[in-house]
């Protein structure tokens, strides 16, 4: 993911969020509006929950990966996606897969 894709500002991730526009899966949940700026972008969200900082930043890692497989460029929305603590119990074609199935159910 590019910088000039990602969501970084706190109250960014919030305004998205309070949409309550989501699509969820067991492992995670992808909240989702319509675009304000020009390109689509992404933000990745995860919770000590998880574990310790190696872990959410494997867990980071691998769902960045999964972004660039899954997502086009072409998005006409931003999403902030949330993940759960039973992320790290899935193997990564389940979680995938998962993403996926949120993707394609969100409809703007």
């Keep these: 993911m590019k910088k000039n894709r990602t969501v970084k500002r706190k109250e960014e991730f919030t305004e998205i969020i309070q949409t309550r526009k989501f699509s969820s899966d067991k492992n995670l949940t992808l909240y989702y509006r319509a675009k304000k700026e020009d ?6 969200s995860v919770t000590k929950k998880l574990g ?29 996606i949330v993940i759960r603590p039973s992320f790290k ?11 996926e199935r949120c993707y394609k159910r969100v409809k703007i």
Excluded: H, P, W
Excluded at 39 to 44: A, F, L, T
Excluded at 52 to 79: G, H, L, P, S, Y
Excluded at 89 to 99: E, T
């Design 89 to 99: 119990d899935s193997s990564y074609d389940d979680n995938k897969k998962g993403l």
């Design 52 to 80: 310790n900082a190696v872990a959410r930043n494997k867990a980071k890692r691998q769902v960045r990966e999964m972004i660039k497989v899954i997502f086009t460029a072409d998005e006409n929305f931003d999403c902030i």
């Design 39 to 44: 390109n689509s972008r992404i933000g990745i």
